[in-house]
């Protein structure tokens, strides 16, 4: 518990903007030419020293992406994004000849490490979390190799697998998401710079909880992480991601694709917080976060747990899914999203349940605040061949004040009578009877709200690995502060 | 501690506290017993500043302070506690992390450091034991499928935790069975000092039979109509409500 409570007081001592982590890193970069191109494409996949099958993939990504419209059902409203006006890659100079141990590496870049609250060392490995940080878009440095690698596990950055275990990269890139997906999709594929990559091999239970924060530091750079964690049969992951972002004026693109594998009788448990720049109270600024996340329950009795604390960006579009293809296979969504002020988001999941006696669960709470919209979108499809598989979806909204909005819109598609599906769903305001109760035991407004809240959350949070629990209810209570009067 | 002059209180325009002054000094118990609708409960909601009530004219002073000043959590932190009459649940809030909050929220606005978890896990075993509400159910969310009983020792468990200097206790007797309302009267008991003062908001007499009041008052259309000492409760046990105006003449 140390390194959480390392974490907590970090956060708390960062009291000197709105925005927690809207510091940034003075750093030489390397970046790739302006705009969003083939050369651009081309560049990146050079700078990695990427073999031929990859850049091969990545240009077909590209021309996949130059004919796909850009997704427009969701309720959002996005700016016309300028794809020219982006950076696909930037490195910091200082990381171009990889750092051997974290002695090597620029002690400015701990040092922003150290402000988000991740100690790469050793109190880390003493808590037993692994991690693979991610700067901008070079893998800094991975911790708690060697242990992992007497398992047999393999988790490192997704270029170091594509030149390492190009097989498995091969063989299950764009499995789970296929690169004509949708646009978003097609981009990633196109310009991906790093992300994690996780193999955890047959029988073995990963000891450790394995985690990757992401941040984009540089300005107008677009992050495009690509994650691919495969759990061979009968093994064991837990995979937490947090993110953060620097306080900028301008918007920033955030496009990541995750895939998960899941084989017979394996199960992966997916954790993020998420909690990138949302914008300041007035909509300005902040990080669009259009991310793709979908696990396939490959193998029988295989499961898949996705659970998302999701606080931050200016407009988040995401539903971490999972295609239920395995008999027995299980899917479990539990997600917490908090808007306030004008940040929009449009979050859910699907489960897709294809093989017999597959089951699903989706636990979603939606906080709004401010002038902020929360839709939950869900959709839960039962296959015809999936015979007695079973769906319990739970939705619930919270509303703080009169000028925020929350929307539920749950899709059920059933092809198959012995199936059966529940959906409960409600919506509430803050009780001000419940604050005026808390605050005669001595809470102030921020802490009544956040306390309830949290309350409300419970059911989510107490999924995620309880290293990052504690975090992620601060997060809950930050991303509140001043959504009372 | 606790001076209220010539209190005017209304809500949406409809008077309900039409002069009222009370005066309690410290050590004291005073019991405040009156009809439905002749404001006991707006005064203790007053008193720990809820939202909605508009003070028409009257001061209120604690501690040399003007109450009316502070905000709810200042009050509170002040010392003075509200005893609820209907109990808020928390669900998805353990009841033990509330006491937790609620004792660390006080010792912040002290300027002491946070409660050591040893310390705190010691406090509410003790005071716990007094009110026979188990280890279980401090597991419990806060009020959560509690009975009534449950709710009002919670609220007692709450008040012997953070000690506050004014307590008011709004109907605690109501709902509460004999054995309850012994235990819950025996933790006010446990309370009571030379230090701290109570409001003891009732219908009933038979709250005062087990804390005894120093004073007894009673409320009549947002008034006190008649102040004594305990024999006053005893006359009105007797005579009702009804009988208010001969009680008062």
């Not at chain 2, 905000?71 to 109990?87: I, K, M, T, W």
Request: a negative charge; glycine letters at 8%; charged letters at 25%.
């Amino acid at each position: 518990m140390a390194a959480t409570e390392q974490t907590i007081k970090q956060v708390n001592s960062l009291g000197n903007s709105e925005y927690k982590y809207g510091f940034s890193t003075e750093l030489d970069e390397i970046k790739a030419p302006k705009g969003l191109s083939e050369e651009t494409v081309r560049f990146i996949s050079a700078q990695k020293n990427e073999p031929d099958w990859m850049l091969e993939w990545r240009l077909n990504a590209f021309k996949v992406f130059n004919k796909l419209p850009k997704p427009n059902w969701a309720k959002l409203n996005i700016p016309d994004i300028d794809y020219q006006d982006y950076y696909y890659f930037s490195s910091p100079k200082s990381l171009k000849d990889k750092p051997k141990s974290l002695d090597e590496i620029d002690p400015e870049i701990l040092k922003t490490y150290e402000k988000l609250g991740i100690p790469l060392k050793e109190q880390e490995i003493l808590s037993g979390v692994a991690v693979d940080a991610v700067f901008d878009s070079v893998s800094v440095a991975t911790t708690y190799k060697k242990q992992l690698n007497d398992l047999g596990i393999i988790f490192c950055s997704i270029s170091e697998a594509i030149q390492e275990h190009p097989e498995l990269v091969k063989k299950y890139i764009g499995s789970v998401i296929p690169v004509s997906d949708h646009s978003f999709a097609a981009l990633n594929s196109a310009v991906f710079t790093d992300g994690s990559f996780v193999y955890i091999p047959e029988g073995v239970r990963c000891p450790v909880e394995l985690s990757t924060y992401f941040r984009i530091n540089a300005i107008n750079t677009g992050q495009f992480e690509r994650t691919l964690i495969i759990a061979d049969k009968n093994s064991y992951v837990s995979y937490l991601e947090g993110c953060t972002a620097p306080m900028r004026d301008e918007n920033q693109l955030h496009a990541a694709n995750v895939e998960l594998v899941a084989l017979d009788n394996a199960e992966i448990k997916y954790s993020t917080v998420q909690n990138w720049y949302p914008g300041d109270s007035e909509g300005k600024g902040g990080i669009y976060n259009f991310v793709t996340k979908r696990g396939v329950c490959r193998g029988h009795s295989s499961k898949i747990s996705w659970t998302q604390v999701e606080t931050g960006s200016a407009i988040t579009w995401k539903y971490p899914s999972c295609i239920l293809q395995g008999d027995n296979s299980k899917g479990e969504f539990y997600s917490v999203a908090i808007t306030n002020n004008k940040q929009q988001a449009d979050t859910g999941t699907k489960m897709i349940h294809i093989g017999k006696n597959t089951s699903s669960k989706i636990i979603s709470k939606g906080i709004s605040a401010g002038k902020a919209q929360n839709t939950y979108r869900g959709l839960v499809s039962i296959n015809s061949r999936a015979s007695n598989s079973r769906n319990f979806t739970q939705c619930d909204s919270l509303l703080i004040g009169n000028e925020c909005g929350a929307h539920t819109v749950p899709y059920i598609e059933s092809s198959n009578a012995d199936s059966t599906i529940e959906h409960e769903a409600t919506t509430s305001k803050i009780n001000e009877d419940q604050l005026f109760y808390c605050m005669q035991r001595g809470l102030n407004s921020e802490d009544a709200v956040g306390l309830i809240v949290n309350g409300f959350c419970k059911e989510v949070l107490q999924h995620l690995p309880m290293e990052f629990a504690v975090e992620a209810q601060k997060l809950v209570a930050i991303s509140l502060e001043g959504s009372v009067g | 501690m606790l001076k209220i002059d010539n209190l005017h209180v209304s809500i949406e325009g409809k008077k309900i506290i039409k002069g009222l002054s009370l005066t309690i000094n410290k050590g004291e118990v005073h019991a405040l017993m009156g009809p439905n609708g002749s404001g006991k409960s707006t005064l203790s909601y007053v008193l720990s500043g809820k939202e909605g009530y508009e003070i028409d004219e009257g001061t209120i002073e604690y501690n040399g302070k003007n109450l009316l000043d502070l905000d709810v959590d200042e009050r509170a932190n002040s010392g003075l506690f509200l005893a609820f009459q209907y109990p808020m649940e928390i669900p998805g809030v353990q009841t033990s992390f509330f006491l937790k909050t609620a004792i660390n929220s006080k010792r912040k606005f002290l300027g002491l450091p946070e409660v050591d978890a040893l310390e705190f896990a010691k406090l509410i075993r003790s005071h716990a034991e007094d009110l026979g509400i188990s280890s279980e159910m401090l597991k419990r969310d806060l009020n959560v499928n509690y009975s009534g009983g449950e709710k009002k020792k919670q609220e007692i468990l709450q008040m012997s935790i953070l000690k506050p200097d004014m307590a008011i206790l709004d109907e605690t007797d109501s709902g509460l069975d004999i054995d309850a309302l012994r235990i819950v009267s025996e933790g006010v008991n446990k309370l009571r000092s030379e230090k701290n003062s109570f409001l003891v908001i009732t219908h009933y007499q038979r709250l005062l039979n087990y804390i005894k009041p120093d004073f007894v008052h009673i409320i009549a259309d947002g008034r006190i109509v008649k102040s004594g000492d305990f024999s006053l409760a005893l006359e009105l046990e007797e005579k009702g409500y009804e009988d208010l105006s001969k009680i008062a003449s």
